[in-house]
């Protein structure tokens, strides 16, 4: 099980290995948004999102011998690059099974970050199964992207972070906005406020139409994804909350945020233009949310979590193209 | 004169005001640079540029009385907005003279910041001549960008933050590159350096063409720019280095650094792919001449200064779409 304990130690084992990013703010945003908000910009972070963190967590907590084995994951993006950025650190190889029509950036980044990248037919071949046999013949171990104890933990020092950056900025009270995949980030950050910053609530954002977690969190039960296709935010889309995060959501979360891909992409021109920074889609709907569904928020202020920005230069332009500056 | 007594004493002020922006870095950026990059990222400060400082430090330096009078500043870019904004939280007034001709986004965001916007003809009119008129009649202090006591102690308050996060780093011998205009930044970081991290050195990064400074320094003298228009770093030309900055550069800095606008946009593309910033072109002529013009530096680290982000999409666009992630 995940908990604050075990936040606090993937903390203290990152030290000097992940960023602390800072938590940005604009008046222009405040002015859109009609309330404070403070963006926490994890797209800053190693590897340009918040999965550095559960990479550097999951690969410092295993032991040393089955660390020099190796490890693998499934992924076309941001986990891959986390569990690689930290296989390297460690000096442990790193296997990633990814489809082989994944953007050729992404394959390409991983690979620089010393990974060994295992491409796959996602029409005729079985990811699991290649993965699997490749467990097997070299010992890895398998990080999942967030049904992981130490990946969870890892997610979470986020939240540490934001409970002593609320604080800072004398807020108490307030709503945390996340991007929502599988709920790795999620669950870290609402147990890490749920013992460090009470006043403050996690709550998950997602594009339209691949909402699975808001609808699980209000049926009570885990609900699917129609579709796992069809989303720019292709970093968060996932089938289903996980069975590991989806118990710590129901518990700790506030109701889950819906925005369009079109607000997404405004909220990438917001960014742009009023905190320098660069979000993918995917990474974009927590700030999304914070402007454009004020109406489902309480309270003078609110938190979002930018959660990263690994997108390419024509999908951001379209953004600034079609937005402007997001007004 | 601007000293390191002047310097901590701004820095004071600034306390819980003016962001400590992170020094980033990337492995793709070390690669590409030869060495260990390290970037200041300015482009995150408030109003998205280091001129939040100075203005900061000018307004909270002046007499109560003088402040309550109001600040006048001549300037269509980063000093009218970092000057509005600490104005504003000051609750003083400020007029900014700018030129009609001036883009639209800079003079409404400077509007929205609270100041008061004066325009005028830059071809029938005298700015000079408006701005001491409005200065005498309504006792206004005029807050020039970079030759100013408090405006320097303010730059020179990044110093500061370098001297310490390369520390954290574990960079203690390295060059400091900034963007350099009329040499503000410049010289309060080279001031900041000396006092607090004599191992780094001050060295200014200009456009070609624009050169003033570096040409200055091989001289011994203060030399002019032969034009004053047609670079795209717009917010680093000036006629020439100031008269109090220029002894501060003369007797602390290494040579100065030239590259083309050409280079100063690939290194924001990759700004974008890699860190994750919006930067200008003036605001990336640092990282420009530390990613091309490593011959000329020398050790196993660089420290750039990426000193501002306030670029509008078309542009930015333009910087992808060349150069896609400047690899």
């Not at 709920?183 to 006043?199: I, K, M, Y």
């Not at 796992?228 to 989806?246: H, R």
């Not at 320098?276 to 999304?288: M, R, T, Y």
Request: include cysteine; aromatic fraction near 4%; hydrophobic fraction near 45%.
């Amino acid at each position: 099980m995940t908990d604050i304990t075990r936040i606090e130690a993937a903390a203290a084992r990152m030290a000097g290995h992940i960023r602390r990013t800072p938590l940005l703010s604009s008046p222009f945003v405040d002015a859109l948004a009609g309330r404070r908000v403070l963006v926490k910009a994890e797209c800053l972070q190693h590897t340009g999102s918040f999965k550095a963190r559960g990479g550097w967590s999951a690969l410092s907590a295993l032991p040393p011998e089955a660390r020099a084995r190796g490890v693998i994951a499934y992924s076309s993006g941001n986990h891959a690059q986390g569990v690689a950025a930290a296989a390297r650190a460690f000096e442990a190889p790193a296997v990633i099974v990814m489809p082989a029509d994944a953007p050729r950036l992404k394959i390409d980044n991983t690979r620089t970050l010393g990974a060994e990248v295992v491409l796959y037919d996602r029409a005729t071949e079985d990811r699991d199964a290649i993965g699997a046999a490749l467990a097997a013949e070299r010992g890895l171990t398998l990080i999942r992207p967030y049904d992981e104890v130490e990946v969870i933990a890892g997610q979470g020092t986020c939240g540490l972070e934001i409970a002593e950056q609320a604080l800072e900025a004398g807020v108490t009270q307030a709503d945390v906005l996340t991007c929502c995949g599988g709920g790795g980030l999620t669950a870290g950050v609402a147990l890490a406020l749920e013992a460090r910053a009470p006043g403050l609530r996690a709550r998950p954002a997602e594009p339209a139409g691949f909402d699975d977690t808001a609808r699980s969190l209000a049926a009570g039960s885990i609900q699917r994804n129609a579709s796992l296709s069809g989303s720019i935010c292709d970093a968060i889309v996932t089938p289903e909350p996980g069975t590991l995060t989806f118990p710590i959501l129901q518990r700790l979360c506030g109701p889950g945020l819906v925005v369009s891909d079109d607000e997404a992409m405004r909220a990438m021109a917001v960014a742009f233009a009023r905190l320098k920074i660069v979000l993918e889609p995917g990474g974009a709907v927590a700030l999304a949310a914070a402007l454009f569904r004020r109406e489902e928020i309480e309270g003078d202020a609110v938190i979002c979590i930018a959660s990263g920005g690994n997108v390419d230069g024509a999908m951001f332009c379209e953004a600034l193209a079609r937005f402007g500056t997001g007004d």
